[in-house]
Protein backbone atom coordinates (compact mmCIF):
# COMPACT_ATOMS: atom_id res chain seq x y z
CA UNK A 1 0.00 0.00 0.00
CA UNK A 2 1.02 3.42 -0.74
CA UNK A 3 -0.15 6.46 1.03
CA UNK A 4 0.01 9.69 -0.90
CA UNK A 5 -0.54 13.18 1.16
CA UNK A 6 -1.34 16.39 -1.00
CA UNK A 7 -0.27 19.93 0.78
CA UNK A 8 0.08 23.40 -0.39
CA UNK A 9 -2.90 24.37 -1.94
CA UNK A 10 -4.97 28.07 -0.95
CA UNK A 11 -6.05 31.15 -2.17
CA UNK A 12 -3.94 32.85 -4.58
CA UNK A 13 -4.38 36.40 -7.05
CA UNK A 14 -4.40 35.64 -10.72
CA UNK A 15 -0.83 35.78 -11.74
CA UNK A 16 0.68 34.52 -8.47
CA UNK A 17 2.17 30.94 -7.63
CA UNK A 18 1.82 28.22 -5.09
CA UNK A 19 4.37 25.36 -4.82
CA UNK A 20 2.13 21.89 -3.99
CA UNK A 21 3.92 18.81 -2.52
CA UNK A 22 2.73 14.97 -2.14
CA UNK A 23 4.45 12.62 0.12
CA UNK A 24 4.70 9.32 -0.41
CA UNK A 25 4.77 6.14 2.12
CA UNK A 26 4.77 2.53 1.51
CA UNK A 27 6.29 1.32 -1.52
CA UNK A 28 9.37 1.66 -3.03
CA UNK A 29 9.05 5.61 -4.69
CA UNK A 30 11.85 5.62 -6.31
CA UNK A 31 10.69 2.81 -8.71
CA UNK A 32 7.10 4.20 -9.83
CA UNK A 33 5.98 6.84 -11.82
CA UNK A 34 3.71 9.93 -9.97
CA UNK A 35 0.64 12.08 -11.45
CA UNK A 36 -1.10 15.21 -10.57
CA UNK A 37 -4.76 15.41 -12.06
CA UNK A 38 -7.23 18.23 -10.84
CA UNK A 39 -10.99 18.42 -10.40
CA UNK A 40 -12.84 21.31 -10.80
CA UNK A 41 -16.45 21.70 -9.82
CA UNK A 42 -18.85 19.50 -12.13
CA UNK A 43 -15.91 18.76 -13.93
CA UNK A 44 -14.00 15.50 -15.00
CA UNK A 45 -11.40 15.52 -13.19
CA UNK A 46 -8.02 16.12 -15.71
CA UNK A 47 -4.67 15.34 -16.47
CA UNK A 48 -1.93 18.02 -15.34
CA UNK A 49 1.11 16.58 -15.36
CA UNK A 50 3.10 13.28 -14.63
CA UNK A 51 7.33 12.65 -13.77
CA UNK A 52 9.01 9.04 -14.37
CA UNK A 53 10.69 7.52 -11.37
CA UNK A 54 14.25 9.74 -11.76
CA UNK A 55 12.71 13.00 -12.89
CA UNK A 56 14.08 12.88 -16.63
CA UNK A 57 11.07 12.32 -18.45
CA UNK A 58 7.88 14.25 -17.61
CA UNK A 59 4.82 15.45 -19.50
CA UNK A 60 2.25 17.76 -19.08
CA UNK A 61 -1.57 18.55 -20.34
CA UNK A 62 -1.04 21.38 -23.39
CA UNK A 63 -3.67 23.97 -20.55
CA UNK A 64 -0.64 23.82 -18.19
CA UNK A 65 2.77 23.54 -20.22
CA UNK A 66 4.92 26.25 -19.77
CA UNK A 67 3.27 27.24 -16.29
CA UNK A 68 3.77 23.97 -13.98
CA UNK A 69 6.90 22.21 -13.10
CA UNK A 70 6.54 19.01 -11.75
CA UNK A 71 9.94 17.56 -9.78
CA UNK A 72 10.21 14.93 -7.63
CA UNK A 73 13.23 14.09 -4.77
CA UNK A 74 13.40 10.49 -4.29
CA UNK A 75 15.37 10.85 -0.97
CA UNK A 76 11.85 12.62 0.69
CA UNK A 77 9.52 10.35 -0.95
CA UNK A 78 8.03 13.79 -2.69
CA UNK A 79 6.94 15.15 -5.35
CA UNK A 80 5.96 18.68 -6.18
CA UNK A 81 4.08 21.16 -8.45
CA UNK A 82 5.56 24.61 -9.19
CA UNK A 83 2.85 26.42 -10.53
CA UNK A 84 3.70 30.11 -11.98
CA UNK A 85 1.12 32.69 -13.59
CA UNK A 86 -1.92 30.72 -12.38
CA UNK A 87 -5.24 31.68 -14.04
CA UNK A 88 -8.71 31.62 -12.17
CA UNK A 89 -9.36 28.57 -14.72
CA UNK A 90 -6.68 26.40 -12.94
CA UNK A 91 -8.74 26.10 -9.80
CA UNK A 92 -9.74 22.94 -8.41
CA UNK A 93 -8.45 20.18 -6.09
CA UNK A 94 -5.55 18.71 -6.70
CA UNK A 95 -4.57 15.29 -6.67
CA UNK A 96 -1.11 13.62 -6.64
CA UNK A 97 -1.43 9.96 -7.57
CA UNK A 98 1.37 7.01 -8.63
CA UNK A 99 1.31 4.29 -10.82
CA UNK A 100 2.95 1.05 -9.67
CA UNK A 101 2.98 -0.42 -13.07
CA UNK A 102 5.64 1.53 -14.73
CA UNK A 103 8.91 3.72 -13.87
CA UNK A 104 10.64 5.07 -16.96
CA UNK A 105 7.54 6.35 -19.14
CA UNK A 106 4.22 8.16 -17.32
CA UNK A 107 0.60 8.31 -18.10
CA UNK A 108 -2.15 10.91 -18.74
CA UNK A 109 -5.20 8.39 -18.33
CA UNK A 110 -6.21 8.35 -14.46
CA UNK A 111 -7.17 5.02 -14.67
CA UNK A 112 -3.44 3.50 -14.99
CA UNK A 113 -2.37 5.29 -11.58
CA UNK A 114 -2.85 2.78 -8.59
CA UNK A 115 -2.91 4.97 -5.59
CA UNK A 116 -4.67 8.86 -4.90
CA UNK A 117 -4.10 11.19 -2.19
CA UNK A 118 -6.97 13.00 -0.52
CA UNK A 119 -6.65 15.90 -2.23
CA UNK A 120 -6.09 20.05 -1.88
CA UNK A 121 -7.87 22.88 -2.66
CA UNK A 122 -6.17 25.65 -5.12
CA UNK A 123 -8.41 28.89 -5.44
CA UNK A 124 -7.26 31.15 -7.88
CA UNK A 125 -9.37 34.57 -7.59
CA UNK A 126 -9.06 38.60 -6.78
Known amino acids: QVQLVESGGGLVQPGGSLRLSCAAS????????MGWFRQAPGKEREFVGAINWSGIVSYYADAVEGRFTISRDNAKNTIYLQMNSLKPEDTAVYYC???????????????????WGQGTQVTVSS
Open 97 to 115: AADLRQATAVSAYDWEYDF
Open 26 to 33: GGTFSKYA
